[in-house]
């Protein structure tokens, strides 16, 4: 079955950078995309990327373009997603999310990281 | 960006009632529209995708329709733990981003 193990929290001070990885299990890494999706505390959810685990290429919100950057490890199955210049408005639960099958939305989601920026 | 708007932000429902979830988008996003539960501590859902196709396990008491900008999410008979935040979600192929509304809370009336 489809597993997405996300790594563990993280408390990380503004202008630092931070890492979260989502390893993948259970189907072919390669062939479906990947999301990363992120909520604030008791709020929404905010979209802020894709990457393609096949090729790695990648697109942002415009949001988050210059802060973030996806990356994957083919070798372990693992997409990472890194945010850098972090504030206080970071703090978040940040989820990694695969497409149900190719054009379809996310039906598969990691359990969730939870970032906080605190000083 | 298009733009999801949800209403209402709140629904109080009695169990075994009827719930209509509205959901509007601010250009067409023609069926590409999805719908997530999601529960305090827990990641989203996905109860709906292609407007009224049901997940894989998903009740048949969720529906969903509408096409264009105008979506609704029904639940015809509320079990307790249909009680939750549901989100809309528009989902363009290319290039591939994403919208999430900001959330309908269906609580216990």
């Known amino acids: 079955q489809v597993q997405l193990v996300q790594s563990g929290a993280e408390v990380k001070k503004p202008g630092a950078s931070v890492k979260v990885s989502c390893k993948a299990s259970?189907?072919?890494?390669?062939?479906?995309?990947m999301h990363w999706v992120r909520q604030a505390p008791g709020q929404g959810l905010e979209w802020m990327g894709i990457?393609?685990?096949?090729?790695?290429?990648?697109s942002y919100a415009q949001k988050f373009q210059g802060r973030v950057t996806m990356t994957r490890d083919t070798s372990t199955s693992t997409v990472y997603m890194e945010l850098s210049s972090l504030r206080s408005e970071d703090t978040a639960v940040y989820y990694c999310?695969?497409?149900?099958?190719?054009?379809?939305?996310?039906?598969?989601w990691g359990q969730g990281t939870l970032v906080t920026v605190s000083s | 960006e298009i733009v999801m708007t949800q209403s209402p932000a709140t629904l109080s429902v009695s169990p075994g009632e009827r719930a209509t979830l509205s959901c509007r988008a601010s250009q067409s996003v023609s069926s590409n529209l999805a719908w997530y539960q999601q529960k305090p501590g827990q990641a989203p859902r996905l109860l709906i995708y292609g407007a009224s196709t049901r997940a894989t396990g998903i009740p048949a008491r969720f529906s969903g329709s509408g096409s264009g900008t105008e979506f609704t999410l029904t639940i015809s008979s509320l079990q307790s733990e249909d009680f939750a935040v549901y989100y809309c979600q528009q989902y363009n192929n290319w290039p591939p981003e994403r919208t999430f509304g900001q959330g309908t809370k269906v609580e216990i009336k």
């Open positions: 259970g189907y072919t890494f390669t062939s479906y995309y």
């Open positions: 999310a695969r497409e149900l099958t190719g054009t379809l939305p996310e039906g598969y």
């Open positions: 990457i393609n685990p096949s090729g790695g290429s990648t």
